[in-house]
C-alpha cells in the first residue's frame, strides 16, 4: 500500500508532540491540512527537472503570528512574501544549498507564504555525516527534499518522518546498525598504541569516545562517496595481513597512513584538550592561553581529519573499489575483484544481531558492484564490504561462518545522533 503527502502530514501531524520526553518544549507545528499543502508542494517541486536537474532544497517553517526568524539562522527577509507555489519553489531552489540554506516559509489560518531565505550553516549537515560533533541545527519544523520521492521532516534536530518512494519510513525506532562495529575493534587494537591519553579526566568523559569517532569516520567515508553520485565500493580488511591478488587486484597500490595520522592526532588533541578542561572545572590554576590552545589545536585536528577522510572518499572516483584496513590506514584504490562465490555458503539479508528472520537471497538480483561484494564476503571472514549505489543507498556485506549477510540500506548517521 502506498503512502503520499497527505499521509505523510498525518504521521507528522501525530508524533509531533510526543517525539521528545523530559523538560522540553517542541517548536510549534501547522495543523494538518497545512502540513499537507507544504508536503504536497515540496513533492511535486522536486519531480519538475530544470535544465536536466531535479531541484534540491530545505524548507524552515515558522508560524506567522510569532514573527520571529527561524531560531539561530541567519538570513534574508523578503520586503514582500511570496505564495507557496510548485513554480515558486522551483525558481528559488537553484539558490539554495541543501547542505547549509533554507527557504523560509511561514504559515497563518491564510496559508503558507514564502518569506526569504536562511542560512543554516554546515555544522549540522556534517554532524550528521559523521564530520562533526559541535553542531547549530534549526529549531523549528524543518524539510528536506534532496531527490524526487523523498521527503525527510525534522523538530529541531530530531527526526520525525521520512517519505520515501512511496513508503513512510523512520518511525519504528532508531535504526541502527553493528556493520561498523568489528572493524572498529579491530583497528582500536592497533591505534591505542598510539593514541594518549588524558592523565587527569575521568575516564567516563573519554572512554567511548574512541570507537564512537573511529566508527564516525568509517561511516562519513560512506557518506562522502554517496553524496558524490556515481556510487562506490569501500573494502574494510580486519587485519593488516598481504591481500591476496586471488581475491583483490589493486591497480593504485599506495599504502598511507595518511588517514591513521589524522585520527590520532585528532584523538590525541582531544585528549590534551580534556584534561585541561577537566583541570580548569575542579579549580585548579589553567592559564588561559593553554586553554585556548588546546582548543584551537582539537579543532584545527579535526578540521585536518574531515578533510582527510573526504580525500580519501573522492578516490572512489576511480573506478574499481578502496582497500582500507581497519586502522584507516590506505591499502590503495581502484581495487578489482576478482573472487568467486563460494557455493557453500548461504547468502542472508537483514541484521543477523537484531532478528532471526532474515531472507535467503540470490546473488542475481543485485546489481554488479553488489555482486561482486558478496564473491569476495564469501571467500573469506577477513573483509566487510560496504557498496554504496549510485542513487545513495548503502549496503554491509560480510561473513560470519558458513553465511554472507547483506544488510541493505544501513544508516550512516553519527553515532552521536541516533535520532537524526
Same mark, same amino acid.
Given at each position: 500500500?502506498?503512502?503520499?503527502?497527505?499521509?505523510?502530514?498525518?504521521?507528522?501531524?501525530?508524533?509531533?508532540t510526543?517525539?521528545?520526553?523530559?523538560?522540553?518544549?517542541?517548536?510549534?507545528?501547522?495543523?494538518?491540512?497545512?502540513?499537507?499543502?507544504?508536503?504536497?508542494?515540496?513533492?511535486?517541486?522536486?519531480?519538475?527537472?530544470?535544465?536536466?536537474?531535479?531541484?534540491?532544497?530545505?524548507?524552515?517553517a515558522?508560524?506567522?503570528?510569532?514573527?520571529?526568524?527561524?531560531?539561530?539562522?541567519?538570513?534574508?527577509?523578503?520586503?514582500?512574501?511570496?505564495?507557496?507555489?510548485?513554480?515558486?519553489?522551483?525558481?528559488?531552489?537553484p539558490?539554495?544549498?541543501?547542505?547549509?540554506?533554507?527557504?523560509?516559509?511561514?504559515?497563518?489560518? $491564510?496559508?503558507?507564504?514564502?518569506?526569504?531565505?536562511?542560512?543554516?550553516?554546515?555544522?549540522?549537515?556534517?554532524?550528521?555525516?559523521?564530520?562533526?560533533?559541535?553542531?547549530?541545527?534549526?529549531?523549528?519544523?524543518?524539510?528536506?527534499?534532496?531527490?524526487?520521492?523523498?521527503?525527510?521532516?525534522?523538530?529541531?534536530?530530531?527526526?520525525?518522518?521520512?517519505?520515501?518512494?512511496?513508503?513512510?519510513?523512520?518511525?519504528d525506532?532508531?535504526?541502527?546498525?553493528?556493520?561498523?562495529?568489528?572493524i572498529?575493534?579491530?583497528?582500536?587494537?592497533?591505534?591505542?598504541?598510539?593514541?594518549?591519553?588524558?592523565?587527569?579526566?575521568?575516564?567516563?568523559?573519554?572512554?567511548?569516545?574512541?570507537?564512537?569517532?573511529?566508527?564516525?569516520?568509517?561511516?562519513?567515508?560512506?557518506?562522502?562517496?554517496?553524496?558524490?553520485g556515481?556510487?562506490?565500493?569501500?573494502?574494510?580488511?580486519?587485519?593488516? $595481513?598481504?591481500?591476496?591478488?586471488k581475491?583483490?587486484r589493486?591497480?593504485?597500490?599506495?599504502?598511507?597512513?595518511?588517514?591513521?595520522d589524522?585520527?590520532?592526532?585528532?584523538?590525541?588533541?582531544?585528549?590534551?584538550?580534556?584534561?585541561?578542561?577537566?583541570l580548569?572545572?575542579?579549580?585548579?590554576?589553567?592559564?588561559? $592561553?593553554?586553554?585556548?590552545?588546546? =582548543?584551537?589545536?582539537?579543532?584545527?585536528?579535526? $578540521?585536518?581529519?574531515?578533510?582527510?577522510?573526504?580525500?580519501?572518499a573522492?578516490?572512489?572516483?576511480?573506478?574499481?573499489?578502496?582497500?582500507?584496513?581497519?586502522?584507516?590506514?590506505?591499502?590503495?584504490?581502484?581495487? =578489482?575483484?576478482?573472487?568467486?562465490?563460494?557455493?557453500?555458503?548461504?547468502?542472508?539479508?537483514?541484521?543477523?544481531?537484531?532478528?532471526?528472520?532474515?531472507?535467503?537471497?540470490?546473488?542475481?538480483?543485485?546489481?554488479?558492484?553488489h555482486?561482486?561484494?558478496?564473491?569476495?564476503?564469501?571467500?573469506?571472514?577477513?573483509?566487510?564490504?560496504?557498496?554504496?549505489?549510485?542513487?545513495?543507498p548503502?549496503?554491509?556485506?560480510?561473513?560470519?561462518? =558458513?553465511?554472507?549477510?547483506? =544488510?541493505?540500506?544501513?544508516?550512516?548517521?553519527?553515532?552521536?545522533?541516533?535520532?537524526?
Open positions: 500500500m502506498f503512502s503520499f503527502p497527505k499521509d505523510l502530514a498525518s504521521t507528522v501531524f501525530e508524533r509531533w510526543q517525539l521528545v520526553a523530559g523538560d522540553y518544549t517542541p517548536p510549534l507545528c501547522p495543523d494538518t491540512k497545512l502540513l499537507q499543502h507544504l508536503f504536497e508542494v515540496s513533492y511535486m517541486a522536486a519531480c519538475c527537472p530544470e535544465e536536466m536537474r531535479f531541484p534540491k532544497f530545505n524548507f524552515v515558522t508560524s506567522k503570528d510569532s514573527c520571529m526568524a527561524p531560531h539561530g539562522c541567519a538570513g534574508i527577509k523578503f520586503d514582500e512574501p511570496r505564495q507557496l507555489t510548485v513554480q515558486e519553489v522551483r525558481r528559488l531552489a539558490t539554495i544549498d541543501i547542505a547549509k540554506s533554507a527557504i523560509w516559509v511561514s504559515w497563518g489560518s $491564510d496559508g503558507w507564504v514564502i518569506t526569504g531565505l536562511v542560512d543554516l550553516g554546515t555544522s549540522w549537515h556534517r554532524a550528521k555525516k559523521g564530520l562533526g560533533y559541535r553542531y547549530q541545527a534549526p529549531a523549528d519544523l524543518f524539510v528536506q527534499v534532496d531527490r524526487p520521492g523523498r521527503i525527510r521532516v525534522y523538530q529541531g534536530p530530531y527526526h520525525v518522518a521520512t517519505l520515501e518512494d512511496g513508503s513512510i519510513v523512520g518511525i525506532g532508531i535504526d541502527f546498525s553493528l556493520f561498523f562495529h568489528p572498529a575493534t579491530s583497528g582500536l587494537k592497533v591505534l591505542q598504541r598510539y593514541i594518549e591519553y588524558p592523565a587527569y579526566e575521568h575516564p567516563r568523559e573519554f572512554s567511548d569516545f574512541e570507537f564512537i569517532a573511529l566508527v564516525n569516520t568509517y561511516s562519513a567515508i560512506a557518506q562522502e562517496i554517496s553524496a558524490r556515481h556510487g562506490g565500493m569501500v573494502i574494510f580488511a580486519l587485519s593488516n $595481513d598481504l591481500i591476496s591478488e581475491q583483490l589493486i591497480k593504485y597500490s599506495c599504502k598511507s597512513s595518511m588517514l591513521t589524522a585520527f590520532v592526532n585528532f584523538m590525541n588533541a582531544r585528549h590534551v584538550q580534556g584534561d585541561y578542561g577537566a580548569y572545572d575542579d579549580g585548579h590554576a589553567v592559564p588561559d $592561553d593553554q586553554l585556548y590552545h588546546a =582548543e584551537i589545536t582539537s579543532r584545527d585536528a579535526y $578540521d585536518e581529519l574531515v578533510e582527510a577522510t573526504r580525500f580519501i573522492a578516490l572512489s572516483g576511480c573506478d574499481g573499489a578502496i582497500v582500507i584496513n581497519s586502522d584507516l590506514s590506505l591499502v590503495g584504490f581502484g581495487a =578489482e575483484i576478482r573472487s568467486e562465490l563460494d557455493d557453500s555458503v548461504d547468502i542472508l539479508e537483514g541484521k543477523p544481531e537484531f532478528t532471526d528472520e532474515l531472507m535467503s537471497c540470490n546473488i542475481e538480483q543485485f546489481g554488479m558492484r555482486r561482486s561484494a558478496v564473491k569476495l564476503a564469501s571467500q573469506t571472514v577477513s573483509y566487510r564490504v560496504m557498496a554504496v549505489s549510485q542513487d545513495g548503502a549496503s554491509g556485506v560480510y561473513r560470519k561462518a =558458513e553465511e554472507v549477510f547483506v =544488510e541493505k540500506g544501513i544508516t550512516l548517521s553519527n553515532m552521536n545522533m541516533p535520532w537524526a
